[in-house]
Protein backbone atom coordinates (compact mmCIF):
# COMPACT_ATOMS: atom_id res chain seq x y z
CA UNK A 1 0.00 0.00 0.00
CA UNK A 2 1.06 3.58 -1.45
CA UNK A 3 1.46 6.05 1.02
CA UNK A 4 2.92 9.53 1.19
CA UNK A 5 3.09 11.35 4.52
CA UNK A 6 3.72 15.37 5.11
CA UNK A 7 4.93 17.03 7.60
CA UNK A 8 6.53 20.45 8.46
CA UNK A 9 4.36 22.80 7.73
CA UNK A 10 3.13 25.51 10.12
CA UNK A 11 3.00 29.10 10.37
CA UNK A 12 6.29 31.55 9.55
CA UNK A 13 6.69 35.16 9.13
CA UNK A 14 7.46 36.88 6.02
CA UNK A 15 10.86 36.17 5.17
CA UNK A 16 11.49 33.31 7.19
CA UNK A 17 12.22 29.52 6.36
CA UNK A 18 10.69 25.94 6.42
CA UNK A 19 11.47 22.54 5.56
CA UNK A 20 9.05 20.32 4.69
CA UNK A 21 9.07 16.45 4.87
CA UNK A 22 7.45 13.81 2.81
CA UNK A 23 7.79 10.22 4.29
CA UNK A 24 6.99 7.26 1.24
CA UNK A 25 6.73 3.71 1.49
CA UNK A 26 4.83 1.14 -0.32
CA UNK A 27 7.12 1.48 -3.30
CA UNK A 28 10.22 1.83 -4.91
CA UNK A 29 11.22 5.34 -3.93
CA UNK A 30 14.51 5.41 -6.02
CA UNK A 31 12.46 4.40 -9.26
CA UNK A 32 10.08 7.00 -8.15
CA UNK A 33 9.39 10.66 -9.42
CA UNK A 34 8.74 12.65 -6.66
CA UNK A 35 6.90 16.20 -6.85
CA UNK A 36 5.66 19.35 -4.70
CA UNK A 37 2.34 20.86 -5.61
CA UNK A 38 0.80 23.67 -3.66
CA UNK A 39 -2.94 25.05 -3.49
CA UNK A 40 -3.04 28.35 -2.19
CA UNK A 41 -6.58 29.69 -0.96
CA UNK A 42 -9.39 29.72 -3.02
CA UNK A 43 -6.99 28.55 -6.25
CA UNK A 44 -5.66 25.34 -8.30
CA UNK A 45 -3.17 23.47 -7.04
CA UNK A 46 -0.13 24.01 -8.90
CA UNK A 47 3.18 22.68 -9.33
CA UNK A 48 6.66 23.62 -7.03
CA UNK A 49 9.09 21.45 -7.26
CA UNK A 50 10.37 17.92 -8.86
CA UNK A 51 13.06 15.24 -8.77
CA UNK A 52 13.40 12.65 -10.86
CA UNK A 53 14.39 9.10 -10.47
CA UNK A 54 18.22 10.28 -11.17
CA UNK A 55 18.30 13.01 -9.02
CA UNK A 56 17.78 15.94 -11.35
CA UNK A 57 15.60 18.53 -10.20
CA UNK A 58 13.90 21.50 -11.01
CA UNK A 59 11.47 24.20 -9.55
CA UNK A 60 8.86 26.61 -11.03
CA UNK A 61 9.58 29.90 -12.07
CA UNK A 62 8.26 32.13 -8.81
CA UNK A 63 9.64 29.87 -6.33
CA UNK A 64 13.34 29.46 -7.89
CA UNK A 65 16.26 30.63 -6.12
CA UNK A 66 14.25 30.29 -3.03
CA UNK A 67 12.64 26.66 -2.69
CA UNK A 68 15.19 23.59 -3.09
CA UNK A 69 14.09 19.97 -3.73
CA UNK A 70 16.16 17.44 -2.26
CA UNK A 71 16.01 13.60 -1.52
CA UNK A 72 16.97 10.69 0.83
CA UNK A 73 16.82 7.44 -0.69
CA UNK A 74 17.87 5.80 1.85
CA UNK A 75 15.04 6.70 4.24
CA UNK A 76 12.18 6.87 1.37
CA UNK A 77 12.28 10.79 1.64
CA UNK A 78 11.84 14.14 -0.56
CA UNK A 79 12.18 17.15 1.50
CA UNK A 80 11.33 20.74 -0.04
CA UNK A 81 13.07 23.44 1.90
CA UNK A 82 11.52 26.66 1.85
CA UNK A 83 13.59 30.21 2.23
CA UNK A 84 12.76 33.99 1.89
CA UNK A 85 9.04 33.34 2.31
CA UNK A 86 7.01 35.61 1.32
CA UNK A 87 2.59 36.14 1.95
CA UNK A 88 2.29 34.53 -1.92
CA UNK A 89 3.59 30.84 -0.43
CA UNK A 90 0.88 30.47 1.57
CA UNK A 91 -0.70 27.11 1.14
CA UNK A 92 -1.48 23.72 1.34
CA UNK A 93 1.75 22.02 0.14
CA UNK A 94 1.19 18.15 -1.52
CA UNK A 95 3.98 15.43 -1.83
CA UNK A 96 3.22 13.45 -5.24
CA UNK A 97 4.56 10.40 -6.52
CA UNK A 98 4.84 9.08 -10.16
CA UNK A 99 5.74 5.54 -10.76
CA UNK A 100 5.86 3.20 -13.45
CA UNK A 101 2.61 3.02 -15.63
CA UNK A 102 1.21 6.05 -15.14
CA UNK A 103 0.46 5.39 -11.54
CA UNK A 104 0.20 8.73 -9.36
CA UNK A 105 -0.51 9.35 -5.43
CA UNK A 106 -0.56 12.01 -3.24
CA UNK A 107 -0.37 12.81 0.18
CA UNK A 108 -2.87 14.49 2.61
CA UNK A 109 -1.30 18.09 2.51
CA UNK A 110 0.86 20.06 5.07
CA UNK A 111 -0.66 23.44 5.50
CA UNK A 112 1.61 26.62 5.60
CA UNK A 113 0.60 29.94 6.71
CA UNK A 114 3.36 33.05 5.80
CA UNK A 115 2.07 35.89 8.16
CA UNK A 116 3.06 38.40 9.96
Known amino acids: QVQLVESGGGLVQPGGSLRLSCVAS????????MSWYRQPPGKEREFVAI???????NTYKTVKGRFTISRDVANNTVFLQMDKLKPDDTAVYYC??????????WGQGTQVTVSS
Open 26 to 33: GFTFSSAV
Open 96 to 105: KAALPMLQQY
Open 51 to 57: VNSMGTT
